[in-house]
């Protein structure tokens, strides 16, 4: 048997009759093992936005330079105008592989071997994450699990570029006792 | 003339009346430049600790995986405890190192080639980064500007090596109109 994950999800829905209504949706989302996923796979995210006042309380706690602090000082940068620290974009794309991928057991990062930011993330963007599976082998010194080898790059609402990271991650093989049905 | 920023910093200081009182410290910080740093240039950072509600916080934002959500959840996993998200420890060594660096109008993360995570950081640890400059030139395309290679290393109280990253980031030049001294 294969194990699932309930997420609920409440949205606001518009009704017929001109007032929006609470609804709550439930989607079942299936846990991914590393069985479940080949070289030349790919997967996109869902999107999310990132909002002035997030930008800026991440950057006071994790990043504070100018360019991230505040609009006023930001516009006498290089950027002309507030941008994200690297290290937020990072964040946000993780947040949104790992909803995509979803890996039983959680996905550990082995490393980073390339992180690049072409394009700056600036207040209200919406960021969706595209993932390439390019590699895959089992783990030799864990044999209940596989390493991956994936490419992720992040876009805004755009198309245009903001990150592109190459990466390792080491995750569950599906249980013996359980199938992929 | 040279720039420098005033760091307010308020802290409790115990006095003789077995009372603690409020007591300003002001601390006068260099802001840095292109031209300030070579290759081979070493700077230690000061240090933080990450608690448990701070490191939970952040997974729950950006990496929502067992083993960074809760103690009784990460203690069937292999970390057998609770662990910070690899992005919360890349995003606290990138905030120790923007406070002693400290780029005039800041330092412009470029890439990242190589990032690893040794050891895990678990609540309570206390952080510390170790910044080699690896190599410098000026920039091509921005003439008030270089570019510095340099490598992070991040290690926790017990002098393990919890994060090595090797990046390159833009920084300004001196301008002309201030000397060094």
Same mark, same amino acid.
């Given at each position: &048997?294969?194990?699932?994950?309930?997420?609920?999800?409440? &949205?606001?829905?518009?009704?017929? #009759?001109?007032? %929006? #209504?609470?609804?709550?949706?439930?989607?079942?989302?299936?846990?991914?093992?590393?069985?479940?996923?080949? %070289?030349?796979?790919?997967?996109?995210?869902?999107?999310?936005?990132?909002?002035?006042?997030?930008?800026?309380?991440?950057?006071?706690?994790?990043?504070?330079?100018?360019?991230?602090?505040?609009?006023?000082?930001?516009?006498?940068?290089?950027?002309?105008?507030?941008?994200?620290?690297?290290?937020?974009?990072?964040?946000?794309?993780?947040?949104?592989?790992?909803?995509?991928?979803?890996?039983?057991?959680?996905?550990?990062?082995?490393?980073?071997?390339?992180?690049?930011?072409?394009?700056?993330?600036?207040?209200?963007?919406?960021?969706?994450?595209?993932?390439?599976?390019?590699?895959?082998?089992?783990?030799?010194?864990?044999?209940?699990?596989?390493?991956?080898?994936?490419?992720?790059?992040?876009?805004?609402?755009?198309?245009?570029?903001?990150?592109?990271?190459? %990466?390792?991650? &080491?995750?569950?093989?599906?249980?013996?006792?359980?199938?992929?049905?």
């Amino acid at each position: &048997m294969s194990r699932y994950v309930l997420i609920f999800s409440v &949205m606001y829905c518009p009704t017929v #009759t001109d007032r %929006a #209504t609470m609804c709550s949706v439930i989607l079942i989302m299936k846990e991914r093992y590393f069985d479940d996923v080949k %070289a030349g796979d790919r997967f996109k995210s869902g999107s999310l936005s990132v909002s002035e006042k997030e930008l800026v309380e991440f950057a006071h706690k994790f990043d504070p330079q100018m360019f991230h602090l505040s609009r006023k000082r930001a516009e006498r940068t290089i950027f002309k105008g507030l941008i994200a620290s690297g290290w937020h974009t990072g964040a946000l794309s993780m947040f949104l592989f790992v909803q995509t991928l979803n890996f039983a057991e959680g996905a550990i990062g082995l490393g980073v071997d390339e992180l690049r930011w072409p394009n700056a993330v600036r207040p209200g963007d919406v960021l969706t994450v595209e993932t390439e599976i390019l590699d895959v082998r089992p783990s030799r010194s864990r044999p209940g699990h596989g390493i991956i080898r994936f490419r992720n790059v992040t876009t805004n609402q755009r198309g245009e570029v903001v990150q592109t990271m190459l %990466a390792s991650a &080491m995750v569950p093989r599906r249980p013996k006792h359980e199938s992929a049905d």
